[in-house]
């Protein structure tokens, strides 16, 4: 008898639980895509570190979501307790994308 054992890949789970939180933003869900990114961002940052891309594209994820559903006073006061617009800025430089794209120039 051999036993399975599932392995502990939560960078796989969070890529689908991303890919769902998409899938409820792109139809307008937003409240539902809300509750999963605020989960993947938690997640992503214990994980990876508060400095890093994947924490930089899980924040911008949510912050879509935080514009799609008007939620723009929650979305900046995100971005401000996280200071991620300047943990951005500092850590890929002026010119990268993820710089120039930030959300909250949009939001």
């Not at 938690?42 to 935080?66: I, P």
């Not at 006061?77 to 959300?103: C, K, M």
Request: hydrophobic residues 35%; charged residues 20%.
């Amino acid at each position: 008898h051999m036993a399975f054992v599932w392995p502990d890949d939560r960078e796989n789970i969070n890529a689908t639980l991303q890919n769902l939180a998409l899938a409820y933003h792109n139809r307008g869900r937003y409240d539902d895509a809300l509750r999963l990114e605020e989960q993947l961002y938690s997640e992503t940052k214990a994980m990876c570190g508060a400095s890093s891309v994947q924490v930089f594209r899980a924040a911008q994820n949510l912050m879509a979501s935080y514009c799609g559903s008007k939620r723009y006073a929650t979305g900046k006061a995100f971005i401000r307790e996280n200071q991620l617009q300047s943990l951005v800025s500092r850590t890929l430089g002026q010119d990268h994308y993820r710089t120039i794209t930030w959300p909250s120039t949009r939001c």
